[in-house]
Each structure stands twice: as structure tokens, then as C-alpha cells.
């Protein structure tokens, strides 16, 4: 078996953070120096790239895009088209440009957007209705001397716009005031809901949660807030440019000095994202739409997937946990599981998409656990391959388990603070007469149930040889621990126990150690599934996988 380490939410993590730009500039066209050239657009997860205006020029017959200002006309204007595939208000501004452009930022711009008045004559600057334009927005996130520019309009699906992006005025634009970046982001009419986890800190409940976030055709949201086990219910009307910010009071107790405000910012244009800010730490989370499909157009990754760690001899949390993830038609995703540390865990969410990534969906979800005191973090990616049964599917099943207080316990006595990566495909019941445990097939059946050691919990690793029947059965060869394992081919789920006599914490005697475990399909090797899992523990759990026997002619 191979080893997987999960690289999507790291890499989200470095696009959010450090690929903004690349991103945007991959996105989005550098503007035209005249309407009949201008180039298409598309909604982006971010936004424009950098147009430099120094070697551009008004053509005949255009005039200012300041609409009733004749003076504002910077005479170097770029442009773009957008025909969107959504009805919505849209708003275009040049507020990246202080980001974007560096020490050569335009620093005084002007936005317009445009519709043909004839749609069956040629593009032209003549032939344009005018439908918005700004100069001077003034937005001072960048600088207080950066006079941006944005104006908002309702976009109609189909319709073509023409978007031209200038100087504020004759010679606004020069040699070291030539950059220009423009933003176009869309709240679509049409209600949708979006869904997102965020996280200040990973060991401190009240400082990760999820939103899930409904959005109404005309813009009037509510939402569901989750603050470690706080559940704040909010409601109001979007911005047209799909923005709102809240401020949530934190109650308490009589006499006690107050708390700062919880700070939310929502976007719910295609950007979509969710700002927390809470005693001065700030995150910026992904908001991802979720999916509609009905029952003539479902879903197409419908199944139910066995999801484990497969990391081989790992003595870390690492292969412990497992979680069957099922996929409805409907998108629908529950989540049922067991935790490395014996936890029965639940969850559910929907299949969502992020703009652009249509090969790749999301389905996060937050649970409060450990009677509210702690919580559990399905954070659910699925890859959409060329086949169904390759589908993958992968979590980062993150847990927060308080330490021990009244009563003491050596169980995890300092709580938990981490997390297993699992990962699995469609599960697929076995054929009357195959072996659940095809890597078993090449030996006749012959298997090692291997129980590695963790924490003085073991005097040395466990290696119990037994056969597996055709029936998928399970037979140990030897007695002596009183080994064994009962595999439900339906669901993929294995429970057994194994007897081992251990010196823990300076007590010596026999044990009963239950296991619990599940059949997952290699994501490297079609066809090929194996078992992990994991024994109980006295101070930690252990893990236990299968492996085939070795074979001696």
C-alpha cells in the first residue's frame, strides 16, 4: 500500500494566501485598445489581469466614460466583453489595481459598461447605450490618495456588455501611473446556497465553525453561523456587489469585562468567501455554491464511499478512524464513522462546486462534539475522474476533544488536537464467491492481521496469520489471543477482538481489545482493496491493518 498525503487543503491554503495574483492574471484578459477587439471574459475565482493604458488611445467618436462629466476622459481607455450565463447585478471596479499594479498603478480611474444599441449592426464606440459608470469610488483599503473606481448594474443572461476601463482625466495616465485592473463579480438572481468552514485557531472550539448561507433571487440571505458549539442565525439583504459585514455581540456574565464583537464578512458573488474576525485574529474562508440536480439530471458521483487512511505501519493517529461518506442522486452527503479514538461520528453536507473547478467538488461540514465541548470537521473533497468507480473521494476529518477534567481518565488524558486523512472510492459489495480482501487472492487467502504499537501499549507489535474463505470468512491459525474478525461484505465494516496480556501504567494482565475497522479500494490500484483499522486501547488506540501473508514454496 501506498501512502497518501493530502495536498488539497494545503494548496487551497496557498492560493488563498500567496497565489491571489497568479490566479487572477491566469483568469482574466488584458483589455483591448479598441471595442471591436475587445476580449471575451468569464467569471473567475478571483479577478482581472494588469492592462497597461500608457500605449492606448480614444478612437473616433468616443467620449468620456464618466457619463455627464465631458472633462473626466483619461483618452486611453481598454476594453472587455461579458455575455453572462446568469441573470444577476453585477459590479465591475478597478479596486485591485492598488494591488495589482505595483508602483505603476493607475491611481485615478474611470469604469463604464456598455450594450449595443443595435445588436445586428458592427461594434462600435457609436453604436453603445450607456448603462452605468463610476469615477472616484474612493476606496482607501489601499491608500488614502487611490481614487478607484464602481459602478453596478443588472446583467441579463445572454446580453452581451461592453466594459471600458480609462484615467479619471486628461493625464491621469503617464509613465509611472499606467496599471489598471479591473474586478467583475456577479450575484446571480436565482436562489442558491453556498457552504463553508473557517478556522482561527485548531485547537480552540470557539474559534472554528462553518456558515452555510441561502441566498434569495433577489438578494435577502439568512444563514447558519456555527462558532465552536454557538449556533447565530442571520438574516438581511445582500449589497448589489454581494457583500455583507455583521457584527455579532458575544454575551457575558454579569460583571465580567466584555468581549469584542464577532466580525463576519460574507461574499457571495463568484468570489465567495467568508471573513471571521474575533479578538483581533482574521480568516478568510471559501464559500462553496452547492450543487442542484434532480432526479432527470442527478448527480454522477451517487455512491457510497469507504474512506480510510492507508498509511502503511504508521504509529500516529494516522489509519484509525474511518467514514462512510453516501452520495445522493440529489447531491445529498451523509457522513457515518468511527473516530481514532472510538468515536461514532455523523455528519452531513451537500456536493457544492467552486467556480472554474468543475472536475472537483466540496461538501464541508461542521459537527459541536464531546457534549458540545468539542467539535469534528469533515472537510470533504470528491475528484471527478473518467470512470465512476474511480471517483475519488477524501476528508480531512478534523477533531477537537477537550482534556480529561472530572471525571480523570488515562484515555487521552490532554484531549485531542488533530486529525486523519482519509481517502477511498466507490465501495463495491464482492461477487458471491470473491474475496472481500482481493490483495489475499495471490496467497489463497492467506492473510496477517498486523496490530502495531502505540504509546507502551503493546510490548511489541501484534502479527495473528488466518485464512480468509471464499465466503469471507475469517479462520486465525493459532488460538491463543482468541483472535478474530467478522467482515459485513455489505457495508465493508469489520469488527473483531484479540486478547493481549500488557504491563500499561504498571498494571499487568490480560485484555480484551475490540477492533473496528473498514474494507477500502486502493486509489492507486484499481480492483485492489485492503482493511485497516483500529484495537482498543488502555491510554490510545492502536492501529491494525491486513496484509498478505508471505508465501515459502
Not at 467552486?354 to 462534539?369: D, H, K, L, M, T
Not at 472481500?436 to 510490548?459: K, P, R, W, Y
Request: proline letters at 5%.
Amino acid at each position: 500500500m501506498k501512502s497518501f498525503h493530502t495536498l488539497h487543503s494545503l494548496l487551497a491554503v496557498l492560493c488563498v494566501n500567496f497565489c491571489a495574483v497568479s490566479l487572477a492574471l491566469a483568469s482574466f484578459p488584458a483589455g483591448a485598445n479598441n471595442i471591436a477587439s475587445a476580449p471575451d471574459v468569464v467569471l473567475s475565482e478571483l479577478t482581472s489581469s494588469v492592462t497597461d493604458l500608457s500605449g492606448f488611445n480614444y478612437e473616433i467618436g468616443e467620449t468620456s466614460h464618466h457619463f455627464g462629466y465631458p472633462g473626466n476622459a483619461g483618452n486611453r481607455s481598454a476594453w472587455w466583453k461579458w455575455t453572462p450565463t446568469e441573470s444577476g447585478f453585477c459590479t465591475i471596479d478597478t479596486v485591485h489595481t492598488g494591488l495589482y499594479g505595483g508602483a505603476n498603478a493607475l491611481r485615478d480611474t474611470t469604469v463604464a459598461i456598455y450594450k449595443l444599441t443595435n445588436p445586428a449592426s458592427a461594434v462600435s464606440v457609436t453604436n453603445l447605450s450607456p448603462l452605468a459608470s463610476n469615477n472616484n469610488y474612493g476606496h482607501y483599503f489601499y491608500s488614502n490618495d487611490y481614487t478607484f473606481s464602481k459602478a453596478t448594474f443588472y446583467a441579463a443572461a445572454g446580453t452581451t456588455y461592453y466594459i471600458a476601463a480609462d484615467g479619471g482625466y486628461s493625464g491621469a495616465v503617464n509613465s509611472t501611473s499606467k496599471l489598471v485592473s479591473i474586478r467583475l463579480r456577479q450575484v446571480p438572481a436565482v436562489s442558491h446556497t453556498r457552504r463553508g468552514l473557517w478556522q482561527l485557531s485548531s485547537s480552540t472550539l470557539g474559534k472554528r465553525g462553518s456558515l452555510v448561507l441561502t441566498v434569495t433571487s433577489t438578494g435577502s440571505y439568512s444563514a447558519l453561523l456555527m462558532v465552536g458549539a454557538v449556533r447565530y442565525a442571520l438574516a438581511g439583504q445582500l449589497d448589489t456587489d454581494g457583500t455583507t459585514v455583521r457584527s455579532i455581540p458575544r454575551p457575558v456574565v454579569a460583571g465580567a469585562t466584555p468581549l469584542t464583537p464577532i466580525t463576519v464578512m460574507i461574499d457571495a458573488s463568484q468570489e465567495a468567501y467568508l471573513e471571521v474576525q474575533i479578538d483581533g485574529d482574521v480568516t478568510r474562508d471559501i464559500l462553496y455554491r452547492q450543487s442542484v440536480f434532480t432526479r432527470t439530471s442527478p448527480s454522477g458521483l451517487a455512491a457510497t464511499y469507504n474512506l480510510a487512511n492507508p498509511d502503511s505501519g504508521s504509529s500516529g493517529e494516522s489509519g484509525r478512524g474511518y467514514l462512510r461518506s453516501t452520495i445522493t442522486p440529489t447531491g445529498a452527503v451523509t457522513l457515518v464513522g468511527v473516530a481514532f479514538d472510538g468515536t461514532r461520528v455523523t455528519g452531513s453536507s451537500a456536493i457544492c462546486q467552486q467556480i472554474g473547478r468543475p472536475n472537483e467538488s466540496y461538501a464541508p461540514a461542521f459537527v459541536p462534539a464531546y457534549g458540545n465541548k468539542g467539535c469534528v470537521v469533515f472537510d470533504n473533497y470528491i475528484e471527478t475522474a473518467t470512470s465512476a468507480a474511480l471517483h475519488r473521494f477524501s476528508c480531512n476529518m478534523d477533531i477537537i476533544r477537550p482534556a480529561a477534567t472530572s471525571p480523570a481518565t488515562v484515555f487521552y488524558p490532554t484531549g485531542i488536537q488533530g486529525g486523519d486523512e482519509l481517502v477511498g472510492l466507490p465501495y463495491v459489495k464482492p461477487a458471491v464467491g470473491s474475496r472481500i480482501l482481493n490483495l489475499l487472492m495471490g496467497t489463497n487467502g492467506l492473510g496477517v492481521l498486523t496490530i502495531h504499537d502505540s504509546a507502551g501499549e503493546l510490548a511489541s507489535p501484534i502479527q495473528e496469520g488466518f485464512t480468509l474463505s471464499t465466503a469471507n470468512r475469517c479462520s486465525f491459525i493459532s488460538p491463543l489471543r482468541k483472535p478474530s474478525l467478522t467482515i459485513n461484505t455489505t457495508t465493508g465494516i469489520v469488527t473483531g477482538s484479540i486478547i493481549t496480556t500488557d504491563t500499561i501504567l504498571g498494571v499487568t494482565k490480560p485484555r480484551v481489545r475490540k477492533l473496528v475497522g473498514l474494507v477500502v479500494s486502493d486509489q492507486y490500484t484499481p480492483g485492489l482493496s485492503y482493511l485497516v483499522g483500529h484495537a482498543t486501547g488502555v491510554t490510545k488506540n492502536l492501529m491494525f491493518e491486513v496484509v498478505p501473508a508471505v508465501v515459502i514454496p
